[in-house]
């Protein structure tokens, strides 16, 4: 059995519930504080109940806010706030699909000998009945989660239950979408509405439908997206913060590969399953959120230049394609 990391505190009993747990004590999550070695022991169905904090046995400092859809489908919105990262390991008491939106991370996603990283906006699709999961969370946390029963998905999606009929076939699949727009829109839609002073049940249940199309269209079959090892896992980070180092003139695959000894398939598979994004996207994506930060104190021309663009075009097209608007609007307060 593979080492659980040591950097796992406790604020993980939210995601780990959320995802799944042990199969020889089902039903149960234990999260161990680092600094205060306390235990909780909780159910995913009474976390996500109606019950008081304090009857569903929720630490302090977490938030859930269930809202029942129909038979067999339920969403919650779940914050956490807390000075320190928490960890803890849990499981999953019922078998249900699980459909989720990060809006504050990074988050460690352990199982079995394999690992996910999410970040902000990656979107998680998992079902895993009995399975044990760790999980890492950051001292402030938000998360929107879906869950659903395979049957009430297969009646609601129709014919776009077959995109993921296969996986939930086999008992198991946990696929990490990295920034889909629609869906991250969607979920913060869905969000606000649950966190209204007054919530409107209409709108809640449309949103979440909303979001869970988008969420589920986004779906691919875990071969795509399967996790990696603890070995891989450490090779990739390595290889992102060679990568991220110098955003005006990036490492090719092939030194990034030889840097961190793995082949290039590996290095492109294991970006795509750890990162949710294929290397250059990744980097464009990083590369871009540098743009728009240059953009405040610097104009179009220089600051492409900074990011290693010799042509103020080719720069205008790629922060248009990851925003929406040219740089010259941005500078002007579109993105405010």
């Given at each position: 059995m593979c080492p659980l990391p040591t950097n796992m505190l406790r604020i993980r009993v939210i995601i780990i519930i959320v995802r799944g747990c042990v199969r020889h004590n089902p039903g149960a999550v234990i999260a161990s504080n680092a600094t205060e070695a306390s235990l909780y022991e909780l159910r995913s169905s009474e976390f996500f109940s109606d019950h008081s904090p304090v009857a569903a046995g929720r630490p302090p400092g977490v938030d859930v806010k269930p809202v029942d859809l129909l038979p067999g489908a339920t969403v919650s919105l779940v914050s956490?706030?807390?000075?320190?990262?928490?960890?803890?390991?849990?499981?999953?008491?019922?078998?249900?699909?699980?459909?989720?939106?990060?809006?504050?991370?990074?988050?460690?996603?352990?199982?079995?000998?394999?690992?996910?990283?999410?970040?902000?906006?990656?979107?998680?699709?998992?079902y895993a009945p009995g399975e044990r999961f760790s999980l890492t969370l950051p001292g402030h946390y938000r998360n929107v989660e879906l869950m659903i029963t395979p049957d009430t998905l297969s009646d609601l999606?129709?014919?776009?239950?077959?995109?993921?009929?296969?996986?939930?076939?086999?008992?198991?699949?946990?696929?990490?979408?990295?920034?889909?727009?629609?869906?991250?829109?969607?979920?913060?839609?869905?969000?606000?509405?649950?966190?209204?002073?007054?919530?409107?049940?209409?709108?809640i249940h449309a949103a979440a439908l909303e979001f869970l199309a988008w969420h589920l269209g986004s779906y691919q079959s875990q071969e795509e997206g399967g996790p990696v090892s603890w070995r891989e896992r450490k090779a990739l980070l390595m290889a992102r913060e060679r990568l991220l180092l110098d955003l005006s003139a990036p490492p090719t695959i092939a030194e990034l590969a030889r840097e961190t000894g793995l082949n290039q398939l590996k290095l492109k598979r294991g970006f795509k399953a750890l990162f949710g994004h294929s290397i250059y996207a990744l980097f464009q994506r990083e590369r871009m959120d540098r743009a728009r930060a240059l953009l405040q104190r610097y104009g179009v021309t220089e600051t492409a230049m900074r990011l290693g663009y010799s042509n103020v075009s080719h720069f205008s097209a790629a922060f248009r394609k990851q925003f929406g608007v040219l740089p010259s609007e941005a500078r002007r307060g579109a993105l405010d």
């Open positions: 956490f706030r807390n000075e320190t990262p928490v960890q803890i390991a849990a499981c999953n008491d019922h078998a249900c699909v699980h459909f989720s939106c990060l809006f504050n991370g990074p988050v460690d996603v352990a199982f079995g000998c394999h690992a996910l990283l999410l970040e902000a906006g990656h979107l998680l699709t998992s999606a129709g014919s776009d239950y077959d995109r993921i009929g296969d996986d939930l076939g086999r008992g198991f699949c946990v696929y990490r979408n990295g920034h889909n727009r629609r869906a991250c829109d969607a979920a913060a839609r869905l969000a606000r509405l649950i966190d209204d002073a007054t919530p409107r049940r209409l709108l």
